[in-house]
């Protein structure tokens, strides 16, 4: 497990700044382009795990790359280039405060906060009578604001939106606009592996005046997939729906009683689960991506990131 990526510390050719997430650390060059090096970090619940997760963040990072390309004709994007399988350099965009989230069915978060009486979803009302795992009639827009580093992201309508300024009205429509279509799209991507595109996020920057996706797109991390084969069935029985996803991971960690709340205690996590979770992720991959991982040589990882990375800044 040693060769998991769990920190970063480059000093890239002009590197300005640094901004350290939960999974990925962008590295800020001359307020022009964005190095973003995708860890073995594991997030659930808003809360990073110890222990990182081999090949992880190559296969975040190559989803992403491969629906970048698939959905660039929707919206233009922050990539330009993937010089390591756990990077991507891209544009350097101002982003937008807030998270676009698309549902198109009632489940995980949705679905609990349903079961506790709630009937509206970020100004979204949802009608009585809904059963986990149900469609939609058509995929709902339930924005988040983006938290600082720790901190949860934290529901908020249109209209709120719209009344504190986060997004002018113009910008926000367009995004709404984008979002829905770029889910319409990966889920008929989903559609052709077999796949339901359940629900995803969005995140959205300006760059000259123009509106840019930035970030991941429709991975295992950012989004919810169940198989379709079988889904109307099991709907029917009220039965768990088999998940491509990182529910898998919240569900571990619920089953020791830990949800991220005050005074929940982090289990620990083993070499040997740690291993099964990257199994997973490499079967997530594959499955959504219709092709076989191929596993990088990981054995000095930092340092090839820092040369792949190096060179592709002194060709630009």
């Not at 890239?12 to 964005?34: A, T």
């Not at 070499?271 to 079967?283: F, L, N, P, V």
């Amino acid at each position: 497990m040693s060769n998991a990526i769990v920190k970063t510390d480059f000093n890239f050719p002009g590197q300005k700044d640094v901004y350290k997430g939960k999974v990925r650390d962008v590295y800020n060059i001359n307020d022009e382009h964005l190095v973003m090096v995708v860890s073995d970090r594991l997030s659930a619940f808003d809360v990073v795990m110890p222990k990182g997760i081999p090949y992880k963040g190559q296969v975040l990072n190559q989803i992403a790359e491969k629906f970048l390309d698939a959905t660039a004709d929707i919206v233009p994007n922050w990539k330009i280039a993937t010089p390591d399988p756990n990077v991507t350099v891209g544009h350097f965009c101002e982003p937008f405060a807030i998270e676009m989230i698309v549902r198109g069915y009632l489940t995980g978060s949705s679905w609990r906060l349903y079961q506790k009486g709630g009937r509206d979803i970020c100004g979204v009302a949802i009608p009585d009578g809904m059963k986990e795992h149900q469609a939609f009639p058509e995929p709902i827009l339930t924005p988040t604001t983006k938290a600082e580093q720790g901190a949860h992201d934290e529901n908020i309508s249109r209209e709120e939106i719209l009344k504190q300024g986060i997004v002018s009205e113009e910008d926000y429509l367009e995004l709404e606009r984008i979002s829905l279509a770029l889910f319409k799209r990966g889920s008929e991507i989903a559609r052709e592996k077999g796949l339901i595109l359940v629900d995803t996020k969005y995140e959205f920057g300006k760059k000259d005046g123009e509106i840019y996706l930035i970030d991941e797109i429709h991975t295992p991390d950012s989004s919810r997939y169940f198989y379709a084969d079988g889904y109307q069935e099991r709907f029917e029985k009220g039965e768990n729906q088999k998940q491509l996803s990182k529910e898998f991971v919240r569900e571990w960690l619920m089953e020791h009683d830990f949800q991220g709340r005050d005074g929940d205690i982090l289990p620990e996590m083993s070499d040997a689960k740690a291993e099964e979770i990257s199994e997973r992720y490499i079967e997530l991959y594959e499955q959504i991506i219709g092709e076989k991982f191929v596993k990088a040589d990981i054995s000095s990882v930092i340092a090839r990131i820092e040369k792949n990375v190096t060179e592709y800044l002194n060709s630009l």
